[in-house]
């Protein structure tokens, strides 16, 4: 079982950054796969970013690609998505999410946080 907390949402101008943060519990952290996700109103879910167990890995939605960056830190159980040039259309309710397996992927996904809102202004 793995839980996960998002936090680091909140509300920032076009162009502005933020970095959001997703803690893990459990002690296996480090053999799962990562991703985030995000859900904007209206919408169904996409998928934006995801990372390998070892973070040598990543792949990123196009939308997003330059401009965010997913990373991890096993040692603090621990996955960041640095959004960078952020945008309207990036708003959402972000979530992170765990499944096991040694690559990225865009499905599949076991484990999910509760979210936490980016707006971006326009």
């Known amino acids: 079982q793995v839980q996960l907390v998002e936090s680091g949402g909140g509300l920032v101008q076009a162009g502005g950054s933020l970095r959001l943060s997703c803690a893990a519990s459990?002690?296996?952290?480090?053999?799962?796969?990562m991703g985030w996700f995000r859900q904007a109103p209206g919408k169904e879910r996409e998928f934006v970013a995801a990372?390998?167990?070892?973070?040598?890995?990543?792949n990123y939605a196009d939308s997003v690609k330059g401009r965010f960056t997913i990373s991890r830190d096993n040692a603090k159980n621990t996955v960041y998505l640095q959004m960078n040039s952020l945008n309207p259309e990036d708003t959402a309710v972000y979530y992170c999410?765990?499944?096991?397996?040694?690559?990225?992927?865009?499905?599949?996904?076991?484990?999910w946080g509760q979210g936490t809102q980016v707006t971006v202004s326009s």
């Open positions: 990372i390998s167990w070892s973070g040598g890995d990543t």
């Open positions: 999410a765990a499944r096991r397996g040694a690559g990225t992927y865009l499905y599949g996904y076991d484990y």
């Open positions: 459990g002690r296996t952290f480090s053999s799962y796969a």
